[in-house]
């Protein structure tokens, strides 16, 4: 049938969770690492998309594929109030009792909640603390006001603990219908039954994996292709680095008997040296810049051919002239 009003509601609800920022930062983690996730839930009014940073997920060691994952979860952290706040669709409401009610709390057990600290993880801290350490410094540890929730999705169950001592939800999974046959009408009003199809059940992730390998769920991303060319160029840097530092900050030899003046020995513009002729020489090291140049651009050129990345596609120009097939060649093979 027509699915042009379907699509236009699926195109709402992806602009609402703002799900293309969200894949966006998925397609990251699997460029650089080779995984990203994302993991779908309800928010009571449309399917929504949760990142989840690659750290932060588990899954069924024995996996290979989606078809065979088992189990899997996540972590995150979040604070009582929110977990507190959380309310659901009562299934037991009773619209004829007045005591009934329609929406009820979502978690248990919250008074059981120990605070979280760092005796609660032992150090194993989330993508976010290791973040915030990395880049301002700051950090979340030892704040009393959040807990850590770690969720655990099977085909059968959907279980949270929080500070992974308190069970606050452990329930069916939604992820999964029964199929049914429901009553509806046709276009001239007549009453005819449909048949709701089954769906088994799944794991709720969308991964994004780079470069898969058949027997692993766990993939390989762009960097790790280039990950030992790096590190060489990255010691030949360094190596550079420290030549020039020896180089502007020459090591000398002084005749022992000037020892007390060597206090007075600093490599500075227009120093002034109270020294006999001769009791001071400077040991020059070897310059290696043009060799460590050298290699630096060897690397360079390997990891671009090893990444498919050359002067054509980075919008620099070669040498001599090319005709439009050579060049849509080399764009191909580019792209490829």
């Not at 799900?19 to 309800?42: P, R």
């Not at 807990?147 to 329930?171: Q, S, W």
């Amino acid at each position: 049938g027509d699915t042009k009003t379907l699509n236009a509601l699926n195109d709402q609800w992806w602009t609402q969770d703002k799900t293309k920022l969200k894949a966006s930062w998925a397609i990251e983690d699997s460029l650089q690492v080779g995984n990203g996730y994302l993991w779908q839930y309800w928010n009571g009014e449309y399917p929504c998309n949760q990142y989840i940073p690659t750290e932060d997920n588990f899954f069924d060691p024995a996996a290979t594929n989606y078809e065979n994952l088992q189990w899997g979860g996540y972590r995150y952290l979040t604070t009582k109030k929110e977990l507190e706040d959380e309310e659901i669709t009562n299934d037991q409401y009773n619209p004829e009792d007045e005591k009934s009610e329609l929406l009820v709390k979502r978690y248990k057990n919250l008074d059981k909640v120990d605070e979280y600290t760092k005796k609660t993880y032992r150090g194993d801290k989330t993508a976010k603390q290791l973040r915030e350490e990395m880049f301002s410094g700051s950090t979340s540890d030892g704040d009393k006001n959040l807990v850590e929730i770690i969720v655990f999705h099977d085909k059968e169950k959907i279980v949270r603990v929080a500070n992974r001592c308190t069970v606050i939800e452990n329930g069916d999974t939604w992820a999964k219908r029964e199929a049914s046959v429901i009553q509806s009408v046709d276009d001239q009003g007549q009453p005819v039954p449909v048949e709701i199809p089954e769906i088994e059940a799944f794991i709720p992730v969308a991964p994004a994996r780079d470069y898969v390998d058949g027997a692993l769920w766990y993939a390989r991303g762009e960097i790790e292709v280039i990950g030992d060319l790096q590190e060489l160029l990255n010691d030949t840097q360094n190596q550079k680095s420290d030549n020039m530092s020896l180089t502007n900050n020459m090591m000398a030899i002084l005749d022992p008997s000037q020892a007390e003046k060597q206090d007075e020995i600093q490599i500075t513009p227009g120093a002034v040296f109270t020294l006999p002729p001769g009791s001071l020489e400077f040991i020059k090291p070897n310059s290696i810049g043009p060799d460590a140049d050298t290699e630096m651009l060897r690397l360079q050129g390997m990891m671009r051919r090893a990444t498919a990345s050359d002067e054509l596609v980075q919008g620099s120009s070669s040498q001599g002239t090319q005709s439009a097939t050579e060049i849509n060649s080399r764009l191909m093979q580019a792209g490829t």
